[in-house]
């Protein structure tokens, strides 16, 4: 879908000023995205990828740039900080240095784009881009426009003492392009936490690139708990050397039509875990789309989507999983499990395995259901009443996933979050 | 006789599930104090009784009554059932992901006592009395931090049910296969649990298939079930009886009756 004219303008001024204080590897990139984007626009239903999730709401919108950060209230912030964290925070997309301590010296680079940009440019020239492997109008528009950001790189052999966490504040009705990009050098291990939150009715158009080389760990979180209103795109593009490992489990509790995408490519004998719990309650459409690339022998991939979806809610999951040529001895699991609870909503789930080798395990499975009639007996027979009953069977449905959660301050707060969701039956978590 | 009604009383009950009749016509009164034993061939109707004192969906009562301490048991919902004192163990305890056994407990117990009109039980007093309970039960507290039943073993969640009887204090206890799956130490441990509580405050309907349990928790009556009735009913010689010989016997004697 072309944008009109009038509609680019605005974007293609950002862009000029923008350059001018660029360097001209960066100013290539981002008059190549914008050109690609101003031929092509946000992606249209008619591709197949984009089948389920219609984001003309978003191109008619035209959301202008965010001037300026919006005002937060500090104490709230400080709320939506996780304790034992290091923080980096960016409101409506600019980088709010007296709410951040991003600053770690030695092993560890962990600053902002500005900064990075400064300080680190080798490190952005080399790698900025690298991890994206796919193209359309939402990775062209951030690539064109991305400001704020997080740079973090850790050295060989690093291991980050605390997790780091990256919140995202949206505060306007703006487009809000921010991008991160993240390198473990050999054998490095961290946790990272993506927030999303905020009051705003804008569009974050996010991209996070992840590079990480042989036997590195990461752990992955994202938390997109935006306004009733807001439009959310994230990407997360992730290439994984031999013997790495990436965790990722994401929480879609917030905004009014959220895409998360995921492309991973595997390298030998590394390993995989996502996760996923979509909350498509009032009229909140949930889209996850990934793509686990098996490309060479030995990786094991687990993914698991938990749904949701009451009321009027959409949720949509497309999981594909490509086992290439020569990539023998692959261990890949999909599962996607999904509670219908109104008649109103709806969910579409999409599982693909594309497999070009012949000695692989790979499993998938979809199920699509309401609550177990035998759990609320059980439950009832204990004298608790059939509405809280549904509510408890409900509570641990999606407590299920936050028990996994192994940053201790995260899980408490989603503990936190999920029991003010259920304060009428008034839970203790089980940790 | 005394002015009190009696416990349980079921009068020509007649239950089907999708149309298909499977109690017909039985008759049982449990008085205070007293255990009766239910025992007879796999799918006589065991569970299905269980189920229809506790008002699991499904079960459509065709005819007949069932009163519990004189009120009319089947007009009421699952839990009311449940917060006026009658307790069902399952013969399969149903795991439920993401929810602690130790909320569970608690919710089950408050409910209880809101019914009563008694005050919410206070944190403090309730883990020290679960984990009275948990101890007499010889299960170790991480069993309460863990979601209900969730990878228990077989003989775990047997137990579990009882810890859970044993913590409610039920006045009508239905306990559906309480001794299947257990090993010899469990058995005597789950069998510890139900005399603890036997007391002329409460009665049992104890569905089993072996003598075992009953040498550990003697029953005053043994009822035996076949294709949806009592066919039989004597004291505990008769589930003796029925280890020795079988059940072929009453099958042929019913044959010869009809
Ligand atoms: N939901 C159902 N749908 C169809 N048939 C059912 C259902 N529930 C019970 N039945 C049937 O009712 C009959 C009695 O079952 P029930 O479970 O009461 O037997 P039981 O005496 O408890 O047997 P067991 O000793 O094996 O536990 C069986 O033939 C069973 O198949
Ligand atoms: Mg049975």
């Not at chain 1, 959660?405 to 995260?410: H, K, M, Q």
């Not at chain 2, 993401?98 to 569970?104: D, E, K, L």
């Not at chain 2, 948990?134 to 775990?156: H, T």
């Amino acid at each position: 879908m072309t944008l009109p004219a009038e509609a680019l303008k605005p974007y293609q001024a950002a862009v000029e000023t923008r350059l001018a204080n660029e360097p001209d590897w960066l100013a290539d990139l981002r008059r190549q995205a914008l050109e690609r984007f101003a031929n092509k626009g946000f992606p249209s239903p008619r591709e197949e990828e984009w089948k389920y999730t219609n984001v003309s709401p978003i191109e008619r919108k035209r959301f202008p740039l965010a001037p300026a950060p919006g005002v937060v209230d500090e104490q709230w912030i400080e709320q939506q900080r996780l304790p034992g964290c290091w923080h980096l925070v960016l409101i409506d997309g600019f980088f709010a240095p007296h709410l951040s301590h991003p600053a770690l010296a030695g092993d560890v680079v962990f600053c902002d784009m500005g900064s990075a940009l400064r300080r680190h440019e080798a490190l952005l020239t080399q790698n900025l881009g690298q991890a994206v492997d796919v193209e359309h109008g939402f990775i062209d528009f951030n690539t064109a426009l991305f400001q704020g950001g997080a740079l973090i790189r850790l050295s060989p052999g690093t291991r980050l003492e605390h997790p780091i966490q990256l919140l995202h504040v949206q505060t306007q009705a703006a487009a809000i392009p921010t991008r991160h990009l993240i390198l473990l050098e050999a054998g490095a291990e961290a946790a990272v936490i993506e927030s999303y939150v905020g009051e705003g009715a804008g569009l974050t158009a996010h991209v996070t690139e992840i590079l990480l080389a042989e036997n590195t760990r990461l752990q992955h979180f994202k938390i997109q708990e935006e306004a009733r209103r807001a439009f959310h795109f994230g990407g997360l593009y992730v290439k994984q050397a031999a013997g790495s490992r990436f965790e990722q489990t994401q929480f879609a509790l917030g905004s009014l039509l959220a895409r998360s995408e995921i492309h991973l490519h595997l390298g030998e004998a590394s390993q995989c875990q996502l996760d996923g719990l979509h909350w498509a309650n009032g009229r909140r459409h949930l889209d996850s789309h990934t793509r686990i690339l098996h490309e060479k022998p030995g990786a094991v991939s687990r993914e698991s989507y938990k749904v949701l979806a009451e009321d009027r809610g959409r949720s949509v999951f497309q999981g594909r999983i490509v086992v290439q040529p020569g990539a023998q001895k692959t261990d890949a699991a999909m599962s996607n499990r999904n509670l219908l609870l109104s008649d109103d909503a709806e969910v579409d789930s999409k599982p693909q395995l594309e497999i070009y080798a012949d000695d692989v395990k790979c499993a998938h499975g979809v199920t699509v259901g309401q609550l177990d009639d035998n759990a609320l007996f059980y439950l009832q027979a204990r004298g608790i009443d059939a509405d809280s009953a549904r509510q408890l069977l409900l509570y641990g449905f999606v407590n299920e996933l936050i028990e996994t959660v192994t940053v201790a301050p995260l899980r408490q707060y989603l503990h936190r979050q999920l029991d003010n969701r259920f304060d009428a039956i008034d839970l203790e978590s089980t940790s | 006789m005394s002015n009190q009604p009696s416990l349980l009383k079921i009068e020509n009950l007649h239950a089907s599930v999708e149309n298909k009749p499977i109690l017909k016509g039985i008759n049982l009164a449990l008085d205070y104090g007293q255990i009766h034993a239910i025992m007879g061939p796999n799918g006589s109707g065991k569970s299905t009784l269980a189920n229809v004192l506790a008002g699991r969906e499904g079960y459509e009562v065709t005819e007949g009554r069932v009163w519990y301490q004189g009120k009319d048991l089947l007009a009421m919902a699952p839990e009311e059932r449940a917060r006026e004192g009658v307790f069902l163990a399952f013969q399969y305890p149903v795991e439920i992901p993401g929810v602690s056994n130790i909320y569970f407990l608690k919710a089950a117990l408050n409910a209880i006592r809101k019914h009563r009109g008694e005050p919410e039980v206070d944190a403090m007093d309730f883990i020290q009395l679960v984990k009275e309970k948990i101890q007499l039960m010889e299960m170790e507290d991480q069993f309460l931090y863990r979601a209900i039943n969730e990878g228990f073993s077989g003989g775990e969640k047997k137990r579990n049910e009882i810890l859970q009887m044993l913590l409610l204090e039920p006045t009508l206890c239905v306990l559906d296969e309480i001794d299947s799956g257990l090993d010899i130490d469990a058995l005597k441990i789950v069998a510890k649990g139900i005399n603890t509580l036997r007391s002329p405050e409460r009665g049992f309907l104890m569905v089993t298939h072996y003598q075992r349990l009953l040498d550990y928790v003697e029953p005053d009556m043994v009822h035996v079930f076949a294709d949806g009735r009592i066919v039989k009913s004597g004291g505990p010689q008769l589930a003796k009886e029925l280890e020795a010989k079988g059940y072929g016997w009453i099958e042929q004697a019913l044959e010869e009756h009809a």
